[in-house]
């Protein structure tokens, strides 16, 4: 093993120890709360099979499988979940930033699932751009291939722990932007078409139990990216931050949707995998990585992708009726977020806060269409 010297560098920071020791007392504390729950608990929730569930075409004769889009498809958790959800016969749009590594995974999952419907979809989440043009190449696809304009699944799985400072071209921070903004932008391009659905259509967003840690971040609500150019970048914090407001997004539309029509049959479901071994840590030094995964694997904490992603599926296969509820632990099992994740005054904030990226994509809107 290595060590370098941007892994002292690493060591030396407090962001380190914030990864190092509060993250997995956090998760321990999750565990315990979920097995204290267990001695109580009802039978777990039954997953709604969708197994080759079909979905009417728009001339309501003929039957197609039921659209499911998975972003950061091509590694890790998103990979895992364009396999088990091909396999549960939904027609998989995989949305990754690099040709050849969907060219790859579709590959893999065809070797498995040799009937499977994929189709993939090169976007950069960190641009606002790139989102905007998958929005008219993916109804444009929905028009050829003709089937019905709506999604029944939308997964916003992509994510990174960046540990330096970087802005994207949009002024975002873009660990901010991957994380938390993206999601935002897709799911209001895709509301109407997930809205549009006949039969009950879902949006899961996969979090972390790290929300659990983020405190009051200053940051440039504007903005989201007063950290950005500073040297010293707390990037467990923003890693926290961005998964918090995820949370807080999950449910204020929840919240909204539900207000706006008691009977929507769009659900929202946050999603918590617990710690799993995929490439989120590759900017970490590698002898530090492959360290945290040795310990994390000594203490029973780390799950395969095959395995961690069971709450992902979960989510995505629970019957209509759940929505805005927090899935961690598999099995179906969910439990209570952090306290302020529930906040409605913080998460209408945040909701206001949006709105900048909303006027953002209406002005790159018209010269694209
Ligand atoms: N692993 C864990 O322990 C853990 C725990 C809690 C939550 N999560 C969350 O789970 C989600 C999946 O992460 P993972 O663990 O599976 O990590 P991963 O193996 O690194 O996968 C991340 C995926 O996101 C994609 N991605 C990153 N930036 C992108 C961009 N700008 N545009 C398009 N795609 C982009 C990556 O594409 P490339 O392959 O092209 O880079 C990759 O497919 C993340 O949101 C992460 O925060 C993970």
Redesign the pocket.
């Known amino acids: 093993m290595r060590i370098d010297r941007a892994a002292i560098e690493m060591v030396l920071s407090r962001e380190f120890w914030r990864m190092a020791i509060i993250w997995p007392l956090t998760l321990v504390y999750c565990y315990a709360r979920l097995n204290l729950a267990a001695l109580f608990r009802r039978r777990p929730l039954p997953r709604q099979h969708f197994r080759r569930c079909l979905v009417p075409d728009s001339a309501g004769g003929d039957f197609k499988r039921p659209i499911c889009i998975i972003?950061?498809?091509?590694?890790?958790?998103?990979?895992?979940a364009a396999r088990a959800l091909a396999g549960e016969g939904y027609n998989v749009v995989l949305?990754?930033?690099?040709a050849e590594?969907l060219h790859k995974t579709i590959q893999e999952i065809k070797l498995e699932h040799g009937d499977a419907q994929l189709k993939a979809f090169q976007?950069?989440?960190?641009?606002l751009q790139?989102i905007m043009k998958f929005e008219t190449s993916f109804k444009q696809w929905l028009l050829d291939s003709d089937l019905h304009p709506s999604v029944q699944l939308l997964i916003n799985?992509?994510?990174?722990?960046a540990t330096s400072a970087r802005l994207t071209a949009d002024g975002f921070d873009?660990m901010i932007q991957?994380?938390y903004i993206?999601a935002v932008v897709l799911t209001s391009i895709l509301l109407p078409l997930i809205k549009n659905s006949t039969s009950p259509s879902r949006i899961v967003n996969?979090?972390?139990?790290?929300h659990r840690c983020a405190s009051n971040l200053k940051l440039d609500c504007k903005k989201f990216s007063h950290m950005a150019i500073s040297k010293k970048y707390p990037f467990a914090s923003i890693?926290e931050y961005s998964?918090l407001c995820l949370l807080l997004f999950s449910y204020e539309l929840h919240r909204q949707l539900h207000a706006e029509n008691p009977s929507s049959k769009v659900s929202v479901i946050p999603v918590?995998?617990?710690?799993?071994?995929?490439?989120?840590?590759?900017e970490v030094p590698p002898c530090l990585s492959q360290l945290a995964f040795r310990v994390l694997s000594f203490l029973h904490l780390l799950q395969s992708?095959e395995v961690?992603v069971s709450s992902i599926i979960d989510a995505a296969l629970a019957p209509s009726n759940v929505s805005g509820e927090y899935f961690f632990g598999g099995k179906g099992r969910r439990m209570g977020s952090s306290s302020l994740s529930y906040n409605a005054k913080v998460s209408a904030e945040l909701w206001l806060n949006t709105s900048i990226i909303q006027e953002q994509i209406n002005l790159l809107r018209s010269p694209i269409s």
Not at 272 to 282: A, M, S, Y
Request: net charge positive; hydrophobic share 30%.
């Open positions: 972003t950061g498809a091509t590694s890790g958790l998103g990979s895992a949305v990754g930033r690099s590594s976007v950069d989440l960190s641009s790139s799985n992509a994510g990174i722990l873009q991957t994380n993206s996969v979090t972390s139990f790290t890693y998964k918590d995998p617990g710690v799993v071994q995929t490439n989120i840590l590759r992708p961690g």
